[in-house]
C-alpha cells in the first residue's frame, strides 16, 4: 500500500455493489465512473448481479460483461429462458451457466488479486454466507439464485440462494474484510411507490409481458400454456412472474433500508432507478448511463471520506493533494 506525503498509510477502500436484478447494469457505469477518477477500491463485495459486476470488474471482463448486456433485447432474453420443468425454479438457469462458464473458465476468487465476496444465504439456516473462495462462475451463480427463479446452488455443505434476501447492499461484509472507508451502491433506493399497476395491467408489473414477444402467442416452440399461467395477460390480477418481481422489489427496500441504517457507509451511492423493471434488463444503455452519472456526483464525497479518514481529524484536516 502506498504511504501519502506525510508517511500514513491511505485507509483501506471498500466497494459494496447491491442486488438489484435487471438495474444491475447500473453497477457497470459505477464501476467505469470510479475507474474515470482513479478510485481504485481494495476491497469489493457483491450481492447478486452486484457479485456478477464486481468479479467481472476485478477479472477485467468487465468490457465483455458491458458489451453483452448492450446488446440484450426483450428476443434475445426469451432465448435465455430454459424452463425448468421439474425442478424448484421456473428457469433452470443452464444457459446463463454455460455463459458464465465461457466467460470466467476456471478463474477462482483467489486469483482476482483483491479481497472479494460474493452474499448468499443458506436456504435451510437462513444465514448469510459470503463465498471468498471458489470458482467465479459458480459463486456468481450462487449469489444471484432468486428463489423460485433459479434453482439453489450447493457448494460445500451450504445450499445457496440469492444474497439480497438477508444483505441487498453487503457493506457490513466489506468492513469484515478490511475495509476502512466503504462506498455503498444501492440500486432500490427509490423503487418503492414506482411499482403502481402501469397503463399496461398487471400483467407488466415485472416491466413487459413476455407473452407479446412470441409470435402467435407461443414460448419456445410449444409450452404455451405454462407461459400463459406464469406470465398472463390479465388486467385485474398480476401473474405469478409479476407477485415474485414485486415481492422482491418490497424485499430489497425494506432489507436495504434496515440494514443500511444498522451498518452506513461511509459514501452512499443511489441510482434513481425506480422507472426502471427489475426484469426490463434490455435497458442497459439508459442503467449504464445513471450508474455513471451517479457516482461521478459522489467523487468529491468519496475524496473527502478518504482524507478524513486518513488523518483522523475532522474538518481540522489538512486540505486534499
Known amino acids: 500500500m502506498n504511504m501519502d506525503a506525510g508517511g500514513t498509510a491511505p485507509p483501506?477502500?471498500?466497494?459494496?455493489?447491491?442486488?438489484?436484478?435487471?438495474?444491475?447494469?447500473?453497477?457497470?457505469?459505477?464501476?467505469?465512473?470510479?475507474?474515470?477518477?482513479?478510485?481504485?477500491?481494495?476491497?469489493?463485495?457483491?450481492?447478486?448481479?452486484?457479485?456478477?459486476?464486481?468479479?467481472?470488474?476485478?477479472?477485467?471482463?468487465?468490457?465483455?460483461?458491458?458489451?453483452?448486456?448492450?446488446?440484450?433485447?426483450?428476443?434475445?432474453?426469451?432465448?435465455y429462458l430454459d424452463f425448468g420443468l421439474g425442478l424448484p425454479a421456473l428457469i433452470s438457469g443452464r444457459k446463463l451457466g454455460r455463459l458464465l462458464d465461457q466467460s470466467f473458465g476456471d478463474l477462482r476468487i483467489e486469483d482476482l488479486g483483491v479481497p472479494f465476496g460474493a452474499v448468499c444465504v443458506d436456504l435451510f439456516t437462513g444465514h448469510e454466507v459470503c463465498l471468498r473462495e471458489g470458482r467465479v462462475s459458480e459463486v456468481v451463480q450462487a449469489s444471484y439464485s432468486l428463489p423460485g427463479v433459479f434453482p439453489p446452488r450447493h457448494i460445500g455443505r451450504?445450499?445457496?440462494?440469492?444474497?439480497?434476501?438477508?444483505?441487498?447492499?453487503?457493506?457490513?461484509?466489506?468492513?469484515?474484510?478490511?475495509?476502512?472507508?466503504?462506498?455503498a451502491v444501492n440500486?432500490?433506493?427509490?423503487?418503492?411507490?414506482?411499482?403502481?399497476?402501469?397503463?399496461?395491467?398487471?400483467?407488466?408489473?415485472?416491466?413487459?409481458?413476455?407473452?407479446?414477444?412470441?409470435?402467435?402467442?407461443?414460448?419456445?416452440?410449444?409450452?404455451?400454456?405454462v407461459a400463459r399461467k406464469l406470465f398472463r395477460r390479465d388486467p385485474d390480477m398480476p401473474s405469478l412472474f409479476g407477485v415474485m418481481m414485486a415481492s422482491l422489489n418490497i424485499i430489497l427496500d425494506r432489507m436495504g433500508r434496515i440494514r443500511l441504517a444498522a451498518e452506513p457507509p461511509d459514501v452512499a451511492i443511489d441510482p434513481k432507478l425506480g422507472h426502471i423493471g427489475a426484469a426490463e434488463f434490455d435497458r442497459a444503455e439508459e442503467l449504464i448511463d445513471l450508474g455513471y452519472a451517479a457516482a461521478e456526483a459522489a467523487v468529491p464525497d468519496i475524496h473527502e471520506a478518504l482524507r478524513v479518514t486518513s488523518y483522523g481529524l475532522g474538518p481540522e484536516a489538512p486540505p486534499a493533494g
Do not use: K
Request: with cysteine; hydrophobic share 50%; charged share 15%.
Open 12 to 79: 483501506v477502500l471498500g466497494l459494496a455493489l447491491g442486488g438489484g436484478i435487471a438495474r444491475g447494469w447500473a453497477h457497470i457505469g459505477v464501476l467505469r465512473a470510479l475507474d474515470a477518477a482513479g478510485i481504485r477500491p481494495q476491497v469489493v463485495c457483491g450481492t447478486s448481479v452486484g457479485a456478477l459486476a464486481g468479479a467481472a470488474h476485478l477479472s477485467g471482463r468487465l468490457d465483455m460483461l458491458e458489451s453483452w448486456a448492450r446488446g440484450l433485447n426483450r428476443q434475445r432474453m426469451v432465448s
Open 158 to 183: 451450504h445450499m445457496l440462494v440469492d444474497g439480497a434476501l438477508v444483505n441487498p447492499v453487503p457493506v457490513s461484509v466489506c468492513r469484515a474484510l478490511g475495509a476502512e472507508v466503504v462506498i
Open 187 to 225: 440500486l432500490n433506493g427509490d423503487i418503492m411507490g414506482r411499482t403502481r399497476v402501469p397503463e399496461g395491467g398487471y400483467a407488466r408489473i415485472a416491466g413487459f409481458d413476455i407473452l407479446e414477444l412470441m409470435p402467435g402467442g407461443t414460448l419456445l416452440g410449444g409450452i404455451n400454456g
